[in-house]
Nanobody, 116 residues
Framework: QVQLVESGGGLVQPGGSLRLSCTVSGIRSSWFGMNWYRQVPGKQREWVSRISIGGTTSYTDFVRGRFTISRDSAKNTLYLQMNSLKPDDTAVYYC??????????WGQGTQVTVSS
């Protein structure tokens, strides 16, 4: 059974940085394109970033240039380095493979709050 555990969130001031981690167990995540998503209460979960099996990265417009996705295959872990954070980045962040192919069971997510 695949398990996703997100961590690294917290409270940060605007302009600050956080590094999120997503540890995958039960399967080798390097076999899959992996993504970060985020969700604000009352809104649909939205896609943030993707890293392909080969390491190609992509970002949604509102984080491009500020966020960096990466992976450590040896640790079976996905990362999201978030810089220049804005209040609009406040959300619960989740990781998962491409949901178009059927997502794994979602983890609990990690809360990111950007506020002064």
């Amino acid at each position: 059974q695949v398990q996703l555990v997100e961590s690294g969130g917290g409270l940060v001031q605007p302009g600050g940085s956080l590094r999120l981690s997503c540890t995958v167990s039960g399967i080798r995540s390097s076999w899959f394109g992996m993504n970060w998503y985020r969700q604000v209460p009352g809104k649909q979960r939205e896609w943030v970033s993707r890293i392909s099996i080969g390491g190609t990265t992509s970002y949604t417009d509102f984080v491009r240039g500020r966020f960096t996705i990466s992976r450590d295959s040896a640790k079976n872990t996905l990362y999201l380095q978030m810089n220049s954070l804005k209040p609009d980045d406040t959300a619960v962040y989740y990781c998962n493979k491409d949901i178009s192919s059927g997502p794994w069971v979602w983890g609990q997510g990690t809360q990111v709050t950007v506020s002064s």
